[in-house]
């Protein structure tokens, strides 16, 4: 198979002696490319969900009325075809609207420089999950560290130094967040998918689902089921009792039990239900936090149904 050339970026400084100033100007701006979407990959390991919401439902439409306004940014890759660094959700429209190019710059990029590139211009959305926070930091941290690490005594294990800074406090300036923060949100990939759901969906707060990212697999797994059959997440206490116990190596389901069962602040006696065995009577469109309230409504309306009953017996 013959491979394809790359795409020439740019004119060499020789050609420029021949320009006057406004052709240098004009030169220098990105060059813009339609590129065929069957030519496109997502970037490895790409850590920002592309969900087919609502929101990307009015940027399809936004598409299908005036085009892709701002064009994607590619790298090309050794066999010719491209990566996204930038505008997987506008790679995405535009295949749902039916296009089969998308304007594009290609940028040449190390595989480092794609990283920080491909996080930093991420991180400018409205709406970012902790879980993408938490692998895009260690991909850009990593990224970063390879780039200009100096490794000595006081490099931190979550990131060295980088032109004198910790790398870990790099990585957060983009996303408002100190090297502390970092280093949380970092943790976080350390967990398995089923707990790290729950942070996205906001069930775990962040500092206990840190102390719960030290736990083993088996003992994360064994923490699923018992708030599968509780319908409760562990408090900050609770998690740092369970780090614990493990970094004893006594963390046992039953141990996992008897802690998930102590009556939190301000918390009554409750009756357990596994959540699996709701849900099914429980409509889709209610969020998880809601479920509650739900089921108090329902009990309500149940209770009106009895007493209707007793009363068109008498």
């Given amino acids: 198979m013959k491979e394809r050339p790359k795409i020439d970026l740019g004119m060499t400084g020789y050609d420029e002696l021949f320009m006057n100033d406004q052709e240098r100007a004009e030169n220098r701006l990105p060059k813009i490319y339609d590129i065929p979407l069957s030519e496109i990959d997502d970037f490895p390991d790409h850590p920002f969900k592309v969900k087919d919401d609502e929101d990307m439902l009015q940027l399809v439409e936004s598409v299908r009325e005036r085009g892709i306004i701002t064009p994607i940014?590619?790298?090309q890759k050794e066999d010719g075809r491209y990566e996204i660094v930038?505008?997987?959700?506008?790679?995405r429209a535009c295949e749902i609207a039916g296009l089969?190019?998308?304007?594009?710059e290609i940028k040449e990029l190390s595989r480092d420089e794609a990283i920080i590139l491909m996080v930093e211009s991420n991180l400018q959305r409205s709406v970012i999950l902790p879980s993408e926070k938490a692998f895009s930091y260690k991909m850009r941290l990593e990224a970063l560290n390879r780039q200009g690490q100096r490794t000595d005594l006081t490099s931190d294990p979550l990131g060295g130094k980088f032109a004198g800074q910790?790398?870990?406090?790099?990585?957060?300036?983009?996303g408002g967040d100190s090297q502390t923060q970092v280093r949380r949100y970092i943790r976080?990939?350390?967990l398995i998918p089923e707990l790290l759901d729950m942070v996205d969906e906001g069930r775990i707060?962040?500092?206990p689902a840190v102390e719960l990212s030290y736990l083993n697999d088996i003992e994360q797994q064994d923490l699923v089921e018992e708030i599968g059959l509780t319908l409760a997440t562990p408090?900050?206490?609770q998690a740092i009792k369970m780090r614990n116990f493990s970094k004893e190596g006594k963390l046992t389901p039953?141990?996992?039990e008897s802690i998930m069962s102590e009556e939190k602040p301000n918390q009554r006696e409750k009756i357990n239900i596994r959540y699996e065995d709701a849900r099914r009577y429980i409509p889709s469109s209610v969020p998880y936090e809601k479920t509650g309230e739900f089921v108090l409504k329902a009990l309500e309306y149940y209770h009106r149904h009895l007493e209707r009953q007793r009363d068109d017996a008498r």
Avoid at 86 to 91: E, W
Avoid at 166 to 174: F, L, Q
């Fill in 73 to 75: 940014t590619l790298r």
């Fill in 86 to 91: 930038s505008g997987h959700r506008r790679r």
């Fill in 100 to 104: 089969e190019a998308i304007p594009a």
């Fill in 166 to 174: 910790e790398t870990a406090a790099i990585v957060g300036r983009d």
């Fill in 188 to 190: 976080l990939t350390e």
């Fill in 205 to 207: 707060a962040l500092r």
């Fill in 235 to 237: 408090s900050h206490a």
């Fill in 254 to 256: 039953e141990v996992i």
